[in-house]
Each structure stands twice: as structure tokens, then as C-alpha cells.
């Protein structure tokens, strides 16, 4: 869900890592993204495809980021990811990564509902990001975003609050007209 934010320019650049396997973010690359990369030259298109190096590395271990260099954000994401201070600002790789800040202990995940529905199966996440409190109307904005573009597909986004109680709770009250 990332890359395709990524591609269509809703989103800065996506970070590909995972914290248990680290080889897995490269054996993505290497299998998918590369040779569409590669296939559909976006090189040419505006994007970049490169591997983290230290000290990235230590909070993403064989990570990988995919950019696109048309973006608004893009000198910020270059600052960011390829920093060499051993001082990285977690707020600042959040605005690289195009999320809704602040940063919190509450995951939201926008949910591919046509995929779900043709899968049979409970839920498939297309985005997660951790956010607090506040700043709802920030983080539906940003949701709705996501929604359009999926939309455009013929797919239907739906958001999780599920992990959030005061904001799910917020989100019940104006789905019932109890807010405006």
C-alpha cells in the first residue's frame, strides 16, 4: 500500500524493513520491487531505490527506502535517511515518511475492504503508523487521502481504530451525528 502512495505522489518515499528479519526487506527488493523498478524504469520516472547505511541502520535493520524525488518532502527524506549523525529525531523520520504526527502508542491501519472481502478473510492492511492524542481531524484528513486514491482502483479503504479507544470513540460520535 505504501509503494503505491509512493508512486502516485500522496506519499514521500516508503521504508521497507522489518525488525525480526532483517533479510526480508531485501529479499522484497531483490524478488518484486527491483525488477518493476527496473522494468518500468522509474529511475527515469523521479524515483530512487537505495539501501539504508549506518547508523540507520541500527533502528532499521537491512532496511530499504523507495523515493520519489518529485515530492515536497523529498530534501527532507534525503536529509533524513541518509544522515550520518548518530542523532536521528523520531518526529522528523515520521514527516519523511509522510505520517500524522505526533507519534503515539495508538496504531491506526487503513484496511483494503475489497481485498478482505475477496479474500474471505478478516482484514488486510495496506498502512500502519502509531499516533497519540489529538490531532483527529489531521489523521482523517490523511486517511481520506488514502481513500480517494484507493478509490481510483476500484478498491475501498477503511480505517482501524480499533487500537485507538478515544478516537474511535470520537469517530463513532460524528459517524452519529453527535459532533459536527
Known sequence: GEIFATLFGLKPCTLLAHYEMPGYATCLVEK???PMFDEFQLEKQGFELWKLKPPLTELYKGGW???NKRHERYLLVKQIFTT???SINTVDIGRALGYPLPYGKYTIQYMDDTESKERNTCCVPMVEYTVGEGNFDTILRHF??????????GRNLTIDLSEHPSMEKWFMAIKNGQKK
Open 144 to 153: 481520506d487521502q488514502y481513500a480517494k486514491l484507493w478509490q481510483k482502483i
Open 32 to 34: 518484486a520491487l527491483k
Open 65 to 67: 527506502m523507495f523515493v
Open 84 to 86: 550520518t549523525s548518530s
